[in-house]
């Protein structure tokens, strides 16, 4: 390894070291005007009450603070369930807004410093690392020892960072409160963006840009030479950065609800949901065309696009799940299952969440135009449920935490209901598809090794048959490692798309069909 | 077809078409596969990624495991030392004897060795079996320096394998550039080229005089025919393949080089059929090909067929289509198709193009005055099977295929489209006055390829 990736992967590991290390720094102190400032106004006299004990009190540590507040919060509200007094139970989570406001570190100071000594330096080291690899190395496939590597080969590295990624997002989307000093040090960023204050989304949002970018790059190093693998990795990092993080964070400086063009339902669950809804209404013009536009990308959209260009126009193009997979994830593509096993597991998934989603929005739907007459707010809980189970826990901890054990596409493959959307119109009708190139497949394995969605790519190629699945996101990865020029990712008609029965080129004497 | 017992030798992509394809045809038949080798078939083509680390043992084998049993094929790991035809009996390395009704020998190929003086010792070998894989790994733990004997594909092969691991390679070739018995000058130069640009110490014209070892048996280095002396630690003899069949010399089975065959792949001997790499047709299946056919494509045709044979009631001979052939050079990929000899014939005429990036390289080969196209090589450039297997077959006009080589480019999506620039130069030196098609944006918008 050359000096200048020792010093960057130097750099990174510090960094990382910094931003673990900053949560638990600093003095906590609640003081009644906090309170007041971070509650909805017919709680405030409940909490400033109810909180009245921590007052001026310095807590050195956020896990003695959180765990008086929780003390606190909760017996008030078991009191009032004891007394069935259930209207006036606080079902609102202030935890994170009390905490940061009571957050006393150097962080508030200087935020910019502790940005740049954490992020800042992982995204430096990161980009020292990468910029020289495989430089003055020809053009060419570089998977030399990813099976030695413990970090790409489910190693002792591969876990330990598997298991740090699952604790980030069972903190940030159920302990937010515990991150807080990482929220303040962006507060200047937010401000700077959209004029408010940093939430922990913002926080992620930026992290999750600054991977895709990061990583990106190293994308174009790896596959230099590769314009498919080029482009697409351009187009991810656009959307990523202009759709998913910087556009919505404008709207909100103009005072319009946060807004992700790109998003589509169902991965965009909660688009029809009630609030979202109201929001986009109340919005002016603006709103209105996010209303419209979100609808036409339901149902024009995804058929038009994905009938001309597969689902990979969307899943490895456009989207910001996708995204992350192919630059953050791709040096874990190879972990994902191959077996037929995982492919049947696979199918009553992906559908089984898209029949739950689609089920849970037609409930909101029929409810809200009946002016909640029908269920009242039993709604809720169908979106808690939804948003707990699929929303963070399947697309977040299990959907990234689980890269580098399971691949870069576990949320993609098993969960998103979109994908199982634009994959049923994949595989029914389109003018995508893989086509292998007659006899020329030598078994290789190396295509099925390196699909990220888990398809045994050798299977349809060795027997001279085009790949027509539903799960295929076009990464065009399969088509790049083959060594004997197999596979080509086409759109091109309809006839002879699907080969059920292929014939492989060369042999005169008969002709087999697979 | 009455229930028989088909016994096949050898689990390789010969074998294990044949096996698979009798199945399909034949519901009843009893089907058994040794090897010696390995339980499951797996991809010998692949084994250089395993030790390259991009991929494991797993990964190379094509169909799960469960395969074999749900297709009532059955596997057996064990080496046959001895066949009595006579009584139509396989006995194994332990003793066991297999009885078959029909025996299909499709027991491949082995490195070829030509005495050299030292290459009995440690750390020499060839790389065919999965077993010699892992002596590989073995033999190369921890070393420094490697020399590979031999200028062809598995020669080239190691050489990329050694280099994954930052072993310094000097790479012994007798031809003036490597492959150059097969690969035009052209072809061969820019390969070699490539070789030298992976930082492989390449000696073209230098052939290997004896190997050199120390008293503990070890290998030390080489010595060329023009008393070179080379240290290193591995030495890799890659020369070639032969046919595996020294267990069925001095049999009453007929052989030459290979297990002889007529072209419906019988011996000899009733019921005793081979395919693959270990059979030699008595007669060539036609007049450009070999008597051997030790490529990944015939083994695979050739099972296929006998399976048909083995099924059927007309069996029928073997006729292979337009020959077509492909590998990768380090990062240079490289197909063929059709005929395109290293020397070119009287008759034919040829032209070539070739990047300025040197990387890129087309060449067509056609009669002289029919202008009918012969055969394609083209490295760095993917073309489409399906389009010159009609061309060739229906022996297109040069012009057509020029005039339609938009349509034979197999390359990835956005990668840089070479046609204009060949056709272009191909009316420069021949006289033409072709034009390339002009795609309309539409096509273009939505990737049509009609």
């Known amino acids: ?42 709680h405030e006299e409940a909490m400033l009450r109810t909180l009245r004990p921590m007052y001026g009190e310095v807590y050195n540590s956020n896990f003695r603070f959180i765990a008086d507040f929780n003390t606190l919060f909760e017996e008030y509200n078991e009191d009032l369930k004891r007394r069935d007094a259930w209207d006036d139970v606080i ?47 020809p053009e060419g496939i570089k998977n030399d020892g990813i099976y030695f590597s413990s970090m790409k080969s489910r190693g002792l590295l591969g876990i330990i960072t598997g298991t740090y990624l699952i604790l980030f997002y069972v903190i940030l989307y159920w302990f937010p409160e515990y991150m807080t000093n990482l929220v303040i040090m962006v507060d200047p960023l937010s401000k700077a963006l959209s004029g408010a204050e940093a939430s922990q989304w913002f926080l992620y949002g930026l992290i999750y840009t600054l991977a895709i970018l990061v990583m990106g790059v190293r994308m174009f190093r790896k596959y230099k030479g590769n314009a498919y693998q080029t482009i697409r990795t351009v187009s991810v990092m656009f959307f990523q950065l202009a759709f998913a993080f910087l556009i919505p964070e404008i709207l909100i400086l103009l005072n319009k609800p946060w807004h992700d063009f790109k998003n589509i339902w169902p991965l965009d669950y909660s688009f029809f949901y009630d609030y979202r809804i109201e929001g986009m209404i109340s919005s002016g013009a603006l709103g209105m065309f996010m209303l419209v536009w979100g609808i036409i990308l339901i149902v024009l959209g995804v058929p038009l696009l994905t009938y001309f260009y597969g689902k990979r126009w969307y899943c490895s193009w456009v989207c910001g799940c996708g995204g992350l997979a192919e630059t953050l994830g791709d040096p874990y593509r190879q972990l994902s299952d191959k077996s037929l096993k995982a492919w049947k597991i696979e199918r009553y998934m992906v559908h089984g969440v898209l029949v739950f989603a689609v089920l849970m929005t037609a409930v909101t739907l029929v409810n809200y135009f009946m002016e909640f007459g029908l269920l ?88 001279g048959q085009n790949i027509v699945r539903a799960s295929c996101v076009g990464c065009g990865v399969c088509s790049a490692v083959c060594p004997r020029g197999v596979l080509k990712l086409e759109n091109a008609g309809e006839a002879g798309r699907i080969n059920d029965m292929p014939i492989i080129i060369g042999n005169k004497s008969i002709s087999v069909k697979s | 077809m009455s229930k028989q017992k088909i016994v096949i030798i050898g689990n390789g992509i010969s074998g294990i078409t044949c096996a698979r394809e009798v199945r399909k045809n034949d519901a009843s038949a009893e089907i058994l596969v040794i090897s010696g080798e390995t339980k499951y078939f797996f991809s010998r083509t692949a084994l ?31 080496w046959i030392e001895i066949i009595d035809f006579q009584h139509k009996k396989l006995i194994c390395h332990n003793g066991k004897t297999i009885h078959y009704d029909v025996l299909v020998l499709a027991t491949g190929s082995k490195p070829l060795m030509i005495n050299w003086p030292g290459q009995q010792l440690t750390g020499v070998q060839g790389l065919y079996s999965y077993q010699d894989l892992q002596l590989m790994e073995k033999n190369t733990a921890g070393i420094q320096k490697a020399v590979v004997v031999g200028g062809g594909l598995i020669g080239i092969e190691m050489a990329e394998m050694l280099a994954s691991r930052d072993i310094q390679v000097t790479f012994l070739v007798r031809e003036a550039d490597f492959w150059d018995n097969v690969l035009p000058e052209e072809e061969a130069k820019m390969v070699s080229r490539h070789i ?43 020369i070639g393949v032969t046919p595996n069949i020294e267990f069925l010399k001095d049999t009453e089975l007929d052989t030459n ?70 590998a990768k050079f380090f990062d240079i990929e490289y197909q063929t198709y059709g005929n395109v000899p290293a020397k ?21 080969n056609f009669s002289k005055h029919s202008e009918v196209i012969q055969g394609v090589n083209a490295f760095g450039w993917r073309l489409r099977h399906e389009f010159f297997d009609h061309a060739i077959n229906e022996e297109w006009r040069v ?52």
């Open chain 2, 399 to 450: 012009d057509q295929v020029m005039e339609q080589l938009d349509q034979a480019s197999f390359n990835p999506e956005f990668y840089k489209p070479f046609y204009r620039r060949v056709i272009q130069s191909f009316n420069e030196q021949h006289g033409k006055q072709l034009k390339p098609k002009k795609t309309s944006f539409i096509q273009r918008l939505i990737g049509s390829r009609a």
């Open chain 2, 196 to 238: 030298l640009e992976h930082g492989i110490d390449l000696r073209l014209n230098t052939e290997l005089e004896e190997i050199t070892g120390n008293q503990n048996h070890q290998v030390v280095g080489v010595k060329t025919k023009d008393q070179e002396s080379i240290s290193c630690e591995f030495v890799g003899l890659c």
């Open chain 2, 344 to 364: 070119l014939p009287e008759d034919m005429e040829t032209f070539y193009w070739e990047d300025e990036n040197g990387k890129v390289a087309i060449r067509f």
């Open chain 1, 376 to 463: 009242g707010q039993a709604t809720d809980q169908l979106h808690s449920i939804y948003g707990f189970a699929i929303g963070s826990a399947f697309a977040g901890v299990i959907g990234t935490g689980f890269y580098p054990l399971m691949g870069n596409r576990v949320w993609c493959r098993f969960g998103c209901p979109l994908a199982a959307y634009l994959g049923i119109v994949q595989r029914f009708k389109s003018r995508f598809r893989i086509t292998t190139n007659g006899g020329q497949c030598i078994s290789c394995g190396n295509c099925s090794t390196y699909c990220e969605m888990g398809i045994d790519v050798r299977w349809y190629a060795q027997r």
């Open chain 1, 1 to 42: 390894m050359k000096k200048i990736q020792l010093l960057g992967l130097g750099l990174f590991i510090l960094g990382l070291l910094v931003f673990s290390t900053l949560p638990f720094i600093g003095d906590y102190r609640l003081e009644a005007d906090i309170v007041s400032a971070s509650v909805k106004t017919e």
């Open chain 1, 91 to 137: 079902w609102d989570d202030y935890a994170f807004s009390i905490t940061k406001g009571a957050t006393q570190t150097g962080v508030i100071s200087r935020p910019l410093l502790f940005f740049s000594i954490s992020i800042g330096l992982a995204v430096l080291g990161g980009l020292l690392y990468i910029f020289p690899l495989y430089k003055g190395e």
């Open chain 2, 257 to 326: 080089k290979g297990i002889l065959i007529d072209a419906y792949f019988r011996t000899n001997l009733p019921d005793v059929y081979a395919i693959g790499d270990c059979a030699e047709f008595r007669k060539s299946p036609n007049s450009n090909r070999k008597n051997i056919e030790q490529v990944w494509y015939t083994g695979r045709m050739q099972g296929e067929t006998l399976a048909y044979n083995l099924t059927q009631e007309n069996p029928i001979p073997y006729q292979p289509g337009v020959w077509f052939n492909s």
């Open chain 2, 48 to 78: 250089m990624y395993i030790y390259m680390g991009h991929m494991q043992y797993e990964h190379t084998q094509p169909y799960e495991d469960w395969f074999w049993e749900k297709n009532r094929i059955e596997l057996l790991q064990a």
